[in-house]
Structure formats: C-alpha cells, structure tokens
T-cell receptor, first 115, second 116 residues
C-alpha cells in the first residue's frame, strides 16, 4: 500500500519568514495530494490540494509543488503569521474512476510561528 | 447544525464496557470515514463507507464495529477496548466519485476516547 513520509516533524520560524514542509510517497499511481491544517483542539481542514497533472498550485500565501518523477511534494508558506501555527498533514490518494476516498496521511508537522 | 457533527465529544469507558460513537453529516455527501488520531501516529484511516457500503477496512481489530445505516449517519460501536485504543476518533465525509466530486474530506470535531 501507499506510504507517506513527512518532514520535518517540527518547524519553528519567525513571523514573516517562509516555511517549507516536504512529503514523499511510495505509490506511483497516487494522483491527488491534499494538505490539511489542524489547529490546536480543532478538526483538520483542507488548505490546498494538487493533482498529478500540474506541477504547482498557489493560493495567496500558500503554494504546493509536485515532482512526480521523484515522488515528492512540498507545502510552501510565505510571510508566515502567528495564526499559521498548527499541525500540517500531507496526504496522498488515488482518485478517479471507481476509486473512493482512501487518503494516506503523513506523520504531521508542528509549525510554530514566533511573533 | 451544519457540516459534520460527532457525539459524544468526550468518552471515558472501562475495558468491559460497550459504547457507540455517532457521526452525522449535513452536507449531502456520499462517502463517510472513521479515522483514529493518537499522539504517536498520524491520522490512521479505519473504515470507508461509500453509498452505505463499506469499501475499506484498514485491518482494524474486531472490537471496533462500524455501522452506516444511511449516507448521512455513521456509527462506531466499541466493545472490550484496550487502553492503547485511547485516542481522538475523527469522522469525515466527502462527495466522492461520479458527478460533483470534490475529493475534499470534511472532518467532524472528533470524540476524545479514554479507555481505563
């Protein structure tokens, strides 16, 4: 089955700096890669996702890049703010056809943004 | 109530008890999921239901028994649990497959389970 590795496990940055979280996956058939943010005591929420037919996707201060050949994808947060502090999870999935719902998550990264 | 709701939010049970967790989604989705989130492991998928049919059982011990009576409700029946089963149990739903699929999984707030 799919295996997703996420690094680093903790990341501490100063407000205004950039943060990068990296994930690798094992199943070359995976074609959908979402990122979830989980604030302390709250539920995980989707912040951005990318499908294997594109190499990069941006949404304001966050961006995700995908390298299918190397089987890795990364989350980039620019101009970090204290409210970006949370646990971030990457995930991989095979989507399309009759495939349903199975997301394999990475171990999570605790991001702390210091004011 | 909107989104995905879960009850109870907190549950303490002994190893010989039988209890059930409930999840309800108000989003019109056709797929529902149970995840286990513990301090030492990432989000672990337990079960997937699509159109009320179980499509995934991720090698979960039989002391966890899911039930999906319709596409809006999902239960997790618990019996003879072990202390290591203490964790946050998250339910999620999505509109998966076919027309209008978005893939995004919407999570509920979770049930914090403590097994004593």
């Amino acid at each position: 089955g799919e295996n997703v590795e996420q690094h680093p496990s903790t990341l501490s940055v100063q407000e205004g700096d950039s943060a990068v979280i990296k994930c690798t996956y094992s199943d070359s058939a995976s074609n959908y890669f979402p990122w979830y943010k989980q604030e302390l005591g709250k539920r995980p929420q989707l912040i951005i996702d990318i499908r294997s037919n594109v190499g990069e996707k941006k949404d304001q201060r966050i961006a995700v890049t995908l390298n299918k050949t190397a089987k890795h994808f990364s989350l980039h947060i620019t101009e970090t703010q204290p409210e970006d502090s949370a646990v971030y999870f990457c995930a991989a999935s095979i989507r399309g056809g009759t495939s349903y719902g199975k997301l394999t998550f990475g171990q999570g990264t605790i991001l702390t943004v210091h004011p | 109530e909107t989104g995905v709701t879960q009850t109870p939010r907190h549950l303490v049970m002994g190893m010989t008890n039988k209890k059930s967790l409930k999840c309800e989604q108000h989003l019109g989705h056709n797929a529902m999921y149970w995840y286990k989130q513990s301090a030492k492991k990432p989000l672990e998928l337990m079960f997937v239901y699509n159109f009320k049919e179980q499509t995934e059982n991720n090698s979960v011990p039989s002391r966890f028994s899911p039930e999906c009576p319709n596409s809006s409700h999902l239960f997790l029946h618990l019996h003879t649990l072990q202390p290591e089963d203490s964790a946050l149990y998250l339910c999620a739903s999505s509109q998966d497959g076919g027309q209008g699929r978005t893939y995004e999984q919407y999570f509920g707030p979770g049930t914090r389970l403590t097994v004593t």
